[in-house]
């Protein structure tokens, strides 16, 4: 399989713990989202990186939330002293166009914060 | 920011009938409008998407159109069949050169294809 993936598929976790994500990208992509999706909804942006710098964190990205893309391959979205209010599906999107911005996502993670 | 709505939320139509779903944006900067496709429990998956340089845009069963000066956009499936079933979301995008490029989606449109 050569498009998106993200590790793991679910995870429950207790309130207050911490918690990492990872998303493979599809390989020549050099930009990556990270966005969140609740019932009923539909995905909202979180951060975006081009490479490994981190360009654009929306104001949902609150100071407990951490994305970094070291090698500007694989990214990790890490959620510390975790709420219920995180509960959500976070799905990872990548993208390689310049000119036009199509984004292909990975199967999300499915956290529950108990 | 750019503000998406969509609408309906939801909508069955019986098989073989053609569904139409709409959304509006706000930022006229917007230029890229992509549709996505999700059903239960899966990602969600690029089924077309249009440019702002064109009006209108057809694979086999799916169109989208734009109206730039309106600001809206529309899907259309046409002789829809009970695998169409599944939850749409609209998007917009800004220009890709200047950096706004994360998806502003819509809410959602549930479509049931009746047999």
């Known amino acids: 399989d050569t498009g998106v993936s993200q590790d793991p598929r679910h995870k429950i976790t207790k309130r207050g713990q911490n918690v990492t994500f990872r998303c493979d990208p599809i390989?020549?992509?050099?930009?990556l989202y990270w966005y969140r999706q609740t019932l009923g909804q539909g995905p909202e942006f979180l951060t975006y990186?081009?490479?490994?710098?981190?360009?654009?964190k929306s104001r949902l990205l609150s100071d407990r939330f951490s994305a970094e893309r070291p090698k500007g391959s694989f990214s990790t979205l890490e959620i510390q002293r975790t709420e219920q209010g995180d509960s959500a599906m976070y799905l990872c999107a990548s993208s390689f166009s310049f000119f036009y911005n199509e984004q292909f996502f990975g199967p999300g993670t499915r956290l529950t914060v108990l | 920011g750019e503000n998406v709505e969509q609408h309906p939320s939801t909508l069955s139509v019986q098989e073989g009938d053609s569904a139409v779903i709409k959304c509006t944006y706000s930022d006229s900067a917007s230029n890229y409008f992509p549709w996505y496709k999700q059903e239960l429990g899966k990602r969600p998956q690029l089924i077309i998407d249009?440019?702002?340089?064109?009006g209108e845009k057809k694979d086999q069963r799916i169109a989208v159109t734009l109206n730039k000066t309106a600001k809206h956009f529309s899907l259309h499936i046409t002789e829809t069949q009970p695998e169409d079933s599944a939850v749409y979301f609209c998007?917009?995008?800004?220009?890709?050169?200047?950096?706004?490029?994360?998806?502003?989606f819509g809410t959602g449109t549930r479509l049931t294809v009746i047999p």
């Open positions: 390989s020549e992509h050099n930009r």
């Open positions: 249009i440019r702002s340089n064109v």
């Open positions: 990186f081009q490479n490994e710098a981190q360009l654009e």
């Open positions: 998007a917009a995008s800004g220009p890709a050169q200047t950096g706004a490029n994360n998806l502003f």
